[in-house]
């Protein structure tokens, strides 16, 4: 993509503008049309995104706003920046999302909206979620940071988009995301045209005219350079996205091949749904041995999460204690992250699992 990158790059340096400039608005309507959404509105990170949809719905100090333990920090940490309460609910052990059957027990009074989060490219379960959320009338966020293009289909067939299924979708393009950029950056997604104004004024100043505020916003705006640059990524998203697919099913072949399926526990994709696997996270007791022994032989991987957020010092306030959520914690002990990048070729995979039967072999 270099080429065609460093094209848009000059293009953005010749027309000076650096803010607000054509590509922005052009992304925005080609990632409007990706996730099936009236509107998307970039902006400055998906961290943001949270935020500014949060500062659309007008949350207060001592809202509450219910999400998962199981997530990167802004998930929880956009809902504690406004002075409103995380509220958490376990996950599912399964698929690491927020398990829906806990949901409707931890909403009360001051409850103002639900942000499930669609972790490592799967969708959480948007229907029970959604038929939940109706029900009491609060909103949905759907933090769909890491699952650009998944979808999930419904007890009616239907096919859903990510980021299409709640009141707002929330994305980022953080470098390691399947659409990722050169920095970072975000967007917005939404059908209702009152929060889609909303989010255009809060994410630039408040500002409906120039120097006239009616909102308290702030600056959150995307980069001409970086729409320019995400535009020609957007090109390659499916191709990339169909190329992680397939490396997902390699890596399931390849455990099968060498019988390992018994001692470590593979990502479930339910029937007809579509993970985009921006991690393929396997689940090991010897997590942590498996890890130092990979590192050894050079593999790296990662460890999404460490810990769940309830326990994380920036939200002891919260007084939640260790056992508060079991299927978290006992993710957060037991998950790794493999290599999954597109471009990853079968004999890479291969070395991968060949490895990881060799430092497992001891263990069993
Ligand atoms: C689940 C989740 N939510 C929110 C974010 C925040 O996105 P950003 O890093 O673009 O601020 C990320 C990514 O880092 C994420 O993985």
Known sequence: MRAEIRAAVDNVLESQQF?????????????????????????????????????ALGLESGDEVITAPF??????????????????????????????????????????????????????????????AHAHRLPVIEDAAQSVSARCIDSHHQDNRVGNIGEFGCFSFFPSKNLGGAGDGGMITTNNPQYAERLAVLRDHGSRKKYQYDLLGMNSRLDSLQAAILRVKLKY?????????????????????????????????????????????????????????????GIPTELYYPSPLHLQPAFSYLGYRQGAFPCAEDASQHVLALPIFPRMTKEQQDLVVDAIAECLAGQA
């Open 19 to 55: 803010i607000m400039g054509p590509p922005v608005r052009e992304l925005e309507a080609e990632f409007a049309a990706l996730v099936g959404c009236r509107f998307a509105f970039g902006c400055a990170s998906g961290s943001d995104a949270l935020l500014l949809a949060l500062m």
């Open 71 to 132: 997530t990167f920090v802004a998930t929880a940490g956009s809902i504690a920046r406004l002075k409103a309460k995380p509220v958490f609910v376990d996950i599912d052990p399964e698929t690491y999302n927020l398990d829906a059957k806990l949901l409707e027990s931890a909403i009360t009074r001051r409850t103002r909206a639900i942000i499930p989060v669609h972790l490592f490219g799967l969708a959480a379960e948007m229907e029970t979620i959604s038929q939940i």
């Open 237 to 297: 998203l499916e191709e990339f996205t169909e190329s992680r697919r397939k490396n997902a099913e390699r890596y399931r072949k390849g455990f099968a091949r060498v019988g390992l399926e018994r001692y470590i526990t593979l990502p479930v994709e339910p029937e007809g749904w579509k993970h985009v696997y921006n991690q393929f996270v396997i689940r090991t007791l010897e997590r942590d041995h498996l890890r130092d022994c990979l590192r050894a032989r």
